[in-house]
């Protein structure tokens, strides 16, 4: 475990070579007496960061003679006055304290000790009762950290429950993740991107065991190594295991009123060589919901093309998901580390529905058209990756060398079937309902990707320290989308559309290289980074409307940060970084989905990156009994891709099948979005008593969206989460946690408010290798409602979804075996972040 008191926040400020000349020159010729030496985890041998030293004098302990806190390798040095007779104490959270004695003198001024192996706390505790809970949460420089191993519930959670405590992570009711208030965030798992995670974190995260992981870390302001990425920022997921040599299997499974899931996960370490897997299926039940529909026409109600809709829907859907993940590490000596790891995702969804539409005119009220659609629809994905690293070490701690290499891909499918039954139209609109014919189409995609990476960094002296690297990625996306029609209400076949198909192919390569230096200096360090990118981007289209083309354009990226280490409990940390949001094939394909010939879709070849700049200030208190975290941020994006929809005749948009002048729906993606947000966020972690602990989290925005031209909107935006936990005789626990959101604001839409809240009952047998989970969650409401609004020119659309939120069931783990040190990682790995993770960004 990793020692919160006496942490170092890394800085992003610049001395003078002159300044740290003359600290050299006034160390040298100063009389020093030194103790130094090494403090190691006895169980995994490596360095102690952030162990507390302090030395007294033998004869009287009650003053202190120096103080100091351990480097990130475990070493220390530390001066004194006077010759004379000591006594050091290192103590580190959830270890056991060391005393040593020792003589500085004339003749001996400087003194190294042997390797200080620190143990658990666990192993000396014996039958003695723990009255106070470790602090969870420490803060560093660029990132927040929650000890999931410390917190009891991990034993029978699964991650994503563990993520509601996490600071700057929220959890809606239905799973959905933000972090930083933003839906765009990556996942890595032990310091590498996980894509599967990032594409689909509820549906993986919801299916591993938190057993099986050490802590989350919340990165706020990656530095120069990372690429672009999501406002929200990196959640990295730091797997853990448990003895020196030997095997750890956990399994888990669960099932409740809505999904069924299970996992395995196992660690098998042999000397050198060190094997880690997990595997996971989840199948989940949307179950019934049903929707109203609304869209109003606010323009010229005599306007003869225009029509009030309504429509209701009732539909179902079916997910099945299958994810597995094999890493390997061999220490080839005590320099060089060699690791690989692959994954596999796979998803298959089906979904089942039946809506019934008509429309109105705003003049007169008559009916102007009704029909009948019923559609259904199966989707199967796939994503595979793999990594292989190599790390070299040197002599000089800190300095190393990584290569790496990357490839990835995925292919994604789906069939679309669409049926009509036209009730009525009458003769101006029969025409347009004409367009209703059956429809069948075929969407496939794939991706693939090959990543080559250099890494180096290096200490100068003892408070620098610089990094560099280079990357060059190869990417090669491709999208077909067939479209086979027949005339509604027939059993005939399908016939190949293919004016209204498209093959669309998408290369993207990328060359970067990235430069970062940080500093420390006492209490005060920093980092200070920037990154060059530049992108070939190449568009063909096989079949379809638009002209081939190709483009390229140069990035830098700059970021920095700040932290001032007040002392042991408070620390203040200042952060500005700007990103790179380059869109993803989906918003770029300008294929145009007309399934539904009232509302249309179509992406826009034409995107180019946007660019978000963030400042961010954070103050943070971290004890056993109260730790609290607060930020200010601020960021802005003035070319941002937003997702517009219009009201426009439907002969004004191109590639629509027999147009008919009439009013549709139209919505597409455009770089015309300026968002300015002004956030405060808290985390709060108490333990109010000895056996009870409160958990909150809380977030508060106030947004300005504009795009230039005739679109503004502005709000606020808040969410809470409030967890209580409390310990029952026998080691019985209860959770009780409410999560709840104000109306949400964006360019056209807002979102109503909603609240969820849950109860849990656990208990564990077996010392801990037997864990059991009873869950339930919005028990005592039948049916929720989901609304939200979308407002153009000339228009207002409204739905309201409604379904039953209720959700009971049980899950269960079970581990055998004792392992302590889990697989492996090079410091440095490829991590491509660049793609915009949620399209149209925003919460």
């Known amino acids: ?94 270890k056991q304290p060391i005393v040593r ?12 000790l042997d390797t200080l192996y620190i143990k658990e706390a666990s192993h000396v505790l014996g039958a003695v009762e723990i009255v106070a809970q470790k602090p969870l949460v420490k803060a560093d420089i660029d990132k927040i950290t929650y000890d999931i191993e410390e917190d009891p519930d991990s034993k029978t959670n699964n991650i994503l429950e563990m993520l509601r405590k996490v600071p700057m992570v929220t959890v809606d009711g239905d799973g959905n993740i933000k ?63 448990k003895g020196i040599e030997g095997y750890t299997v956990t399994t888990n499974a669960g099932v409740s009123n809505t999904d069924t899931d299970a996992s395995v996960y196992a ?23 049903h929707s109203d529909f609304s869209s109003l026409f606010t323009g010229d109600p005599a306007t003869p093309s225009a029509s009030d809709r309504y429509a209701t829907s009732d539909s179902r859907s079916y997910n099945h998901s299958h994810s597995g993940n094999f890493e390997a590490s061999y220490d080839v000596d005590t320099l060089r580390l060699v690791t690989a790891s692959f994954g596999i995702w796979t998803n298959k969804s089906n979904a089942h529905s039946l809506s019934r539409s008509n429309a109105i005119s705003p003049l007169s009220g008559a009916t102007l058209y009704s029909y009948a659609n019923g559609g259904r629809s199966v989707s199967d994905n796939m994503y595979l990756y793999g990594n292989l690293d190599y790390q070299r070490l040197f002599k000089l701690k800190g300095r190393m060398l990584t290569f790496s290499y990357k490839i990835n891909g995925g292919t994604n499918g789906g069939d679309n079937y669409s049926s009509y039954d036209v009730a009525e139209a009458t003769d101006e609109w029969l025409p347009f309902v004409k367009r209703l014919s059956d429809e069948h189409t075929e969407s496939s995609g794939r991706s693939m990707e090959h990543t080559l990476q250099v890494d180096y960094t290096t200490p100068i002296g003892k408070a620098h320290n610089v990094e560099v690297g280079a990357k060059y990625i190869l990417r090669d996306n491709r999208s077909d989308d067939d479209r086979y029609v027949r005339p509604n209400g027939t059993d005939g076949e399908y016939t190949f559309d293919e004016q209204y198909s498209s093959h669309y192919r998408h290369e993207n390569d990328i060359l970067a290289a990235y430069l970062g230096y940080g500093l420390r200096l006492g209490n005060l360090s920093g980092r200070l980074g920037a990154r060059y990118e530049h992108t070939f981007q190449k568009i063909k289209y096989e079949l379809g409307e638009g002209e081939n083309f190709s ?12 932290g001032y280490r007040i002392n042991d409990e408070n620390n203040l940390r200042f952060g500005y970084n700007m990103r790179i949001y380059r869109p993803g094939i989906w918003s770029l394909n300008p294929y145009l989905n007309q399934t539904n010939p009232e509302a249309l879709q179509q992406g826009n070849p034409n995107l180019v990156s946007e660019k978000n700049h963030n400042v961010q200030l954070t103050y943070s208190y971290f004890a056993a009994k109260f730790s609290v975290s607060c930020t200010m941020r601020y960021s802005f994006t003035n070319n941002n891709i937003s997702s517009v929809t219009s009201l426009v005749e439907d002969n004004t948009i191109e590639s629509v099948k027999n147009p008919t002048g009439k009013l549709v729906s139209y919505t597409t993606y455009r770089n015309i979005g300026r968002t300015q947000t002004a956030s405060l966020s808290s985390y709060v972690n108490w333990n109010i008593f000895k056996n009870t602990r409160l958990t909150m989290n809380l977030w508060g925005d106030y947004s300005d969206y504009n795009d230039r ?37 964006g360019l056209q839409s807002k979102t109503e408010g909603r609240y969820n809240y849950n109860l849990n009952l656990q208990k564990s ?48 783990s079970w581990r055998i075996g004792e392992l302590s040190s889990g697989v492996k990682k090079v410091a440095r790995s490829i991590s491509n972040d660049d793609v915009k993770s949620a399209e149209g960004g925003g919460k």
């Open 267 to 289: 660690t098998v370490k042999q000397g050198k060589f060190t094997v880690s897997g997990t595997y996971s299926y989840n199948y989940y039940d949307m179950r019934n919901m």
């Open 179 to 241: 972090v930083n208030g933003s839906s765009g965030f990556k996942v890595y798992v032990n310091g590498r991107p996980n894509n599967m995670m990032s594409k689909n974190p509820k549906e993986v995260l919801k299916s591993m065991p938190a057993s099986s992981i050490k802590k989350i870390e919340v990165i706020t302001n990656p530095g120069p190594k990372y690429d672009a990425e999501g406002v929200g920022g990196i959640l990295n997921i730091v797997t853990v295991g």
């Open 709 to 745: 031209q005739q679109l503004h909107n502005y709000g606020y935006y808040g969410s809470a989460y409030v967890g209580v936990q409390q310990t029952l005789p026998k080691n019985w626990r209860v959770n009780l946690g409410f999560y709840g959101c104000t109306s949400n604001p």
């Open 1 to 94: 475990m990793t020692c919160f008191k006496g942490q170092f926040l890394l800085t992003a400020t610049v001395v003078t070579p002159l300044l740290f000349a003359a600290t050299e020159t006034t160390a040298q010729t100063a009389k020093r007496f030194v103790v130094k030496g090494v403090v190691a985890d006895a169980a995994t041998k490596e360095g102690e960061q952030y162990a507390t030293m302090k030395i007294t004098s033998q004869t009287d302990s009650t003053s202190t003679a120096a103080l100091a806190v351990s480097e990130a390798d475990g070493t220390f040095n530390m001066t004194l006055k006077k010759a004379g007779s000591y006594r050091l104490y290192v103590n580190a959270m959830g």
């Open 101 to 112: 004695n020792f003589v500085v003198s004339e003749s001996n001024p400087v003194v190294s």
């Open 765 to 812: 047998f077996l010392k801990d290798r037997l864990n059991f989970n009873l869950y339930a969650s919005n028990f005592l409401d039948a049916k929720r409602h989901y609304k939200s609004t979308v407002t153009g020119a000339n228009f207002i659309t409204r739905s309201d979804s409604s379904y039953n939120p209720c959700s009971v069931g049980i899950n269960v």
């Open 551 to 562: 483009t390229g354009f140069d990035d830098v990226v700059p970021s920095a940060s700040l």
